[in-house]
Structures are given as structure tokens and as C-alpha cells.
């Protein structure tokens, strides 16, 4: 019901920054929020960053003060603006939708963010 495709990874030097885009499409109505999430190697799965449509937002600690999530809402699209990223950083994106009901349950496949040191 809801499509998710992200975009925006790619290799940057330790202090680089990066912005990630995602689109949703699809019943995009029925999304209360949208997130980033990221797998790095070996790591289990972690929260990155949330905005709900009312834009309220939160962060996981290790990104705080770093990373800035958005959403132009005549787009559809969630963005992640990472700045002074880190080796840490290093991970597959991934952009999720929030359903009030099922929580997050729409996936996107990934984008993958190197950050070399």
C-alpha cells in the first residue's frame, strides 16, 4: 500500500556530509510517520531518525547534533541531511512509514553510506 524508495548514499570522507532522500508513494495518507533506520555490518538494525506529520521529531544519541531529518509534504518525501559524519556512520539507510495502528511496516530496500576515515 505504501511504495518507499530512497536515494542519496554514497562514499564521503570522515567529516563529509550527505543527504538521503526518500519518496513514498502509494497511500501515503495513511503514513503518521516516516523514519531512518540503518543496518551497519555486523550491528543489529538501530533508529536513526523520526518526523511525524505534524513534524515533531526525535533522534538516537549517536546522531544528535549531526544528522537533521525533513519532509516536504507536496513531495511525499523524507530527507536526511548527515553532517559531519563518521566511520560509525557507516550503514544501509533505510526509510520506514509508521502506521497509528501497525507501527512501522512499509520498508524501503536501502541506501548504502560509507564513510571512509
Known amino acids: 500500500q505504501v511504495q518507499l524508495v530512497e536515494s542519496g548514499g554514497g562514499l564521503v570522507q570522515t567529516g563529509g556530509s550527505l543527504r538521503l532522500s526518500c519518496a513514498a508513494s502509494?497511500?501515503?495518507?495513511?503514513?503518521?510517520?516516516l523514519g531512518w533506520f540503518r543496518q551497519a555490518p555486523g550491528n543489529q538494525r538501530e533508529l536513526v531518525a523520526t518526523i511525524t506529520n505534524g513534524g515533531s521529531t526525535r533522534y538516537s544519541d549517536s546522531v544528535k547534533g549531526r544528522f537533521t531529518i525533513s519532509r516536504d509534504n507536496a513531495k511525499n518525501t523524507v530527507y536526511l541531511q548527515m553532517n559531519n559524519l563518521k566511520p560509525e556512520d557507516t550503514a544501509v539507510y533505510l526509510c520506514?512509514?509508521?502506521?497509528?495502528?501497525?507501527?512501522?511496516?512499509?520498508w524501503g530496500k536501502g541506501t548504502l553510506v560509507t564513510v571512509s576515515s
Open positions: 520506514a512509514a509508521e502506521q497509528l495502528k501497525y507501527g512501522f511496516n512499509y
Open positions: 502509494g497511500r501515503v495518507f495513511s503514513i503518521y510517520a
